[in-house]
């Protein structure tokens, strides 16, 4: 015999709640496990609202009129928010993050080489689009990888991705046409990082509740150390061997990680395998919800505008005198202070509420591009700009899965992130063009309509995410709310 009080799920968690006057006794003649007590409480919460008082003392159901106590602390099938496993997923997905959302971190270093090599003839707007798909494929592919996660977990999905990543990576280094470079790096590859980027952090969402902002952020802030390393082997891989050699050097360091990603990630629930696996309105059933709405759309024009400087800082140092040597390192420099942004920021968030540091964040970034990245004419402006650019838009990338997994159910967290970032997809896949569509000459011309337009993109941003906090659970318009 063991006691159950009724519940339901607040803010997307397992999170139980007293009752009004109502506690449930069950008979169980057998144990079970976390999904097993999660069935049970749901199916007791049916009997007990939808059936006579009769009847309930026919089926073991005892009701009192005293009011149930309320547990503390998280229950017994909720995220423990640490222990050796969780942390070794936080460790493994970290990795995956470093290869992954690194790698494509290094975007601007592509941009600079080809207009200046293999590709000298295509305009920039026309090369922008491989890198472009890779932003868009990385995001866009959540649905299909949450649809998978949540019937099988994340094992093959991460397998998949490595194989799929390190192969674009491999066709790459031996492309020299356009069209290769399309299909290699822009297709093949973010295949496989969105893969390794949606099965990560859905795993590390399944372990963590008080404290997912911070284990987020310890995640996406190997996308960080991925943005430092990449450029700075990249740039200094290719004069001293070749461009091919210099690719399979980073494939390889990749392949090393992956093992350790491999190894390592799980998921804390049990995935059964769903017949069929989903339902295609289960990916539009979160646009009936007015916070799901306004967080989605908060995020897609806060990327729309984020991305910006990690394609084009490089080339605009070099447009205002920087050397192309020194221009090379600034996404490490960018890469350097985000890796501290996708840390400290979300560790605040977990204390004073993840919209408020988003929004907090966000209004910073664009103080940023509009009183260092736009004045900048300077070696040592441009060096400030990405050091502190880095610091405020990496806390954006490591708060955004934060928010989605604040108001949804945890057991839909691969549909429901899915959907989000597939939204938010459209916005990396058009925002570089049409910044280089502003911009014909990355060497000679004007950057004003670029940073005019980053800033404007995310500053619709942050007004959609003040609306969302205002209407999502236990939020308010209140400035000291914790939401």
């Known amino acids: 015999m063991h006691s159950l009080s009724s519940s339901d799920t607040a803010n997307g968690e397992d999170t139980p709640r007293g009752t009004s006057n109502v506690s449930i006794e069950i008979q169980s003649c057998t144990g079970g496990g976390p999904e097993e007590q999660h069935d049970s409480r749901a199916e007791t919460e049916a009997l007990t609202h939808g059936v006579g008082d009769n009847n309930q003392e026919k089926l073991g159901v005892k009701t009192h009129s005293r009011e149930a106590p309320v547990p503390n602390g998280p229950p017994p099938d909720g995220p423990p928010d640490g222990g050796l496993r969780a942390w070794f997923t936080v460790v493994g997905a970290f990795c995956g993050m470093f290869v992954s959302f690194g790698w494509i971190s290094c975007i601007g270093v592509f941009i600079d080489y080809y207009k200046t090599h293999q590709l000298r003839d295509i305009d920039t707007s026309t090369i922008t689009w491989i890198t472009s798909l890779e932003y868009f494929l990385m995001f866009f592919g959540g649905p299909f990888v949450g649809v998978l996660f949540d019937n099988f977990g994340p094992r093959w ?232 650019y880095g610091f405020s838009g990496g806390s954006a990338v490591s708060l955004a899965p934060a928010l989605i997994a604040q108001i949804s159910e945890i057991r839909e967290i691969g549909v429901r992130s899915g959907t989000y970032f597939a939204i938010s997809a459209f916005a990396a896949l058009t925002g570089t063009p049409i910044a280089g569509a502003l911009l014909p000459e990355p060497l000679s011309g004007s950057y004003l309509g670029v940073e005019l337009f980053c800033a404007a993109t995310m500053g619709v941003g942050v007004v959609l995410y003040v609306l969302a906090r205002g209407v999502v659970p236990q939020g308010g318009w209140g400035i000291r709310v914790k939401v």
């Open 157 to 388: 999905i991460l397998v998949v991705g490595s194989f799929f990543h390190i192969f674009g990576l491999m066709m790459t280094s031996i492309s020299s046409e356009y069209y290769q470079f399309l299909l290699a790096q822009g297709i093949c590859s973010p295949i496989g990082t969105s893969a390794l980027f949606h099965g990560s952090l859905n795993s590390v969402s399944t372990w963590f509740r008080r404290r997912r902002a911070l284990a987020l952020g310890i995640t996406v802030a190997g996308s960080g150390f991925g943005g430092i390393v990449f450029p700075i082997m990249v740039t200094r891989t290719i004069p001293a061997l070749d461009f091919g050699w210099a690719m399979r050097i980073c494939a390889f360091t990749s392949l090393f990680l992956l093992v350790i990603t491999n190894l390592t990630v799980r998921s804390r629930l049990e995935h059964k395998r769903k017949t069929p696996l989903c339902h295609p309105l289960d990916f539009f059933r979160p646009l009936r919800e007015v916070p799901f709405i306004l967080t989605s759309a908060g995020t897609f024009f806060l990327y729309w505008g984020l991305f910006l400087p990690f394609a084009f800082i490089p080339t605009q140092a070099q447009r205002y005198g920087m050397s192309t040597y020194l221009a090379s390192y600034l996404l490490a420099f960018l890469n350097a202070g985000s890796v501290f942004g996708r840390i400290i920021p979300p560790y605040i968030a977990d204390h004073i509420g993840r919209f408020n540091t988003m929004i907090l964040t966000t209004i910073v970034s664009i103080i940023l591009v509009l009183a260092l990245w736009l004045p900048s004419r300077t070696n040592a402006t441009a060096i400030t700009f990405a050091v502190l």
